[in-house]
């Protein structure tokens, strides 16, 4: 297993790791996590790919030298750190917001994509559920209260952002993607469905009984199914 950091353009650092062989995967985690979240799958994975990990801007280990955060500026960020590893191309593993940003850097940067697989993404902030809409704002609220956190009030406010990604820009798409769903998921699943119906080469899975995490709740299921995906011919 290889760790450091990746210098950015802006003197941002970006906290990595890489460990295994075969082809490229980057595993992207969620909201306000890290590349921590996917400590039950390393192992597994790690047998069949050369997984990259990395902790986003604001995230993690890594910095933020700029005062904004959005999902445009990490795909840049993930686009860099391609170029400094001298990485031509990846598969893309995204959960929750990582799979928002896994749509946005394939819309940006196909030539570094190979397949992708989307866990719980969500372009709307309407696509989630009543009950994740109201933690969502009121991490907003309680981080807006308080006189610093400026971290804290930069990676929650994500979570209210919509992506500038339409059904057009799906259509666009020419990806083989795997979309992966609980179906007692914090989005909503009518809403992934919608996005799994735009995208041209895709494949829909709603996992019965599973929740937000399932990476981490049921990790053999979820390896397993990555893995035959990115296998396959």
């Known amino acids: 297993m290889k760790k450091g950091m990746v210098e950015l353009r802006d003197k941002t650092n970006i906290f990595y790791e890489e460990l295994g062989s075969g082809e490229n995967l980057f595993l992207l985690h969620g909201n306000g996590g890290d590349s921590s979240y996917f400590e039950y799958n390393i192992s597994e994975l790690a047998r069949h790919f050369h997984l990259y990990l990395i902790d986003f801007r604001d995230h993690g280990y ?11 500026l990490m795909a840049d960020d993930l686009f860099e750190v391609f170029t400094k590893l001298k990485i031509k191309k990846a598969h893309i593993l995204g959960f929750s917001d990582g799979a928002n940003l896994a749509l946005v850097f394939t819309l940006k940067f196909p030539c570094c994509v190979d397949k ?16 994740s809409k109201a933690i969502s704002l009121f991490e907003n609220i309680f981080w807006n209260i308080l006189p610093f ?6 990676v929650a406010a994500l979570l209210l952002k919509d992506l ?22 914090l989005i909503r ?8 119906m735009n995208i041209s080469d895709s494949r829909l899975i709603v996992v019965k009984k599973a929740n937000h995490k399932l990476a981490r709740f049921r990790p053999e299921l979820f390896n397993k199914m990555v893995i035959e995906f990115l296998k396959e011919e």
Do not use: E, M, W, Y
């Open 62 to 72: 890594s910095g933020n030298t700029r005062d904004k955060l959005t999902f445009d």
């Open 116 to 131: 992708v697989i989307l866990n719980a993404p969500n372009i709307r902030f309407d696509g989630t559920k009543l009950f």
């Open 149 to 154: 956190f400026k971290r804290n009030k930069r």
């Open 164 to 185: 500038k990604i339409g059904r057009d820009d799906l259509r666009i798409i020419d990806k083989k993607v795997l979309i992966i769903v609980g179906s007692r998921d």
């Open 189 to 196: 699943v009518d809403h992934v469905k919608n996005i799994a």
